[in-house]
Nanobody
Framework: QVQLAESGGGSVQAGDSLRLSCAAS????????MGWFRQAPGREREFVAA??????DYAESVKGRFTLSRDNTENTVYLQMNSLKPEDTAVYYC?????????????????WGQGTQVTVSS
């Protein structure tokens, strides 16, 4: 059974930082694409960042502020979020695509965590 578990969300002020973690269990994800998406109330799930074995992509809205990294020995990916803005407020989801595709489309990700809330107040 594949499971993803996010952690690290919380409520912060604008300009603060948070670090999200996504731990994968049940299989090795070293060859998988791991992505972060977010969803605000009434909005579609949107791409934030994704990492394959040889690439990292970011949404334009988070470039220069967010950094994605992975530790394959721990089957964990990290999303370091700096200079947070109120518009970053959303539930953040970790997803995995076992085919290792480079994609910003959430429907290609077969596995998802339960999400972690990030709230940024001004």
């Amino acid at each position: 059974q594949v499971q993803l578990a996010e952690s690290g969300g919380g409520s912060v002020q604008a300009g603060d930082s948070l670090r999200l973690s996504c731990a994968a269990s049940g299989r090795s994800f070293s060859g998988s694409t791991m992505g972060w998406f977010r969803q605000a109330p009434g909005r579609e799930r949107e791409f934030v960042a994704a990492i394959t074995f040889n690439s990292i992509d970011y949404a334009e809205s988070v470039k220069g502020r967010f950094t994605l990294s992975r530790d394959n020995t721990e089957n964990t990916v990290y999303l370091q979020m700096n200079s947070l803005k109120p518009e970053d407020t959303a539930v953040y989801y970790c997803g995995a695509d076992s085919f290792g595709r480079r994609s910003t489309w959430y429907r290609l990700y077969a596995y998802w965590g339960q999400g972690t809330q990030v709230t940024v107040s001004s």
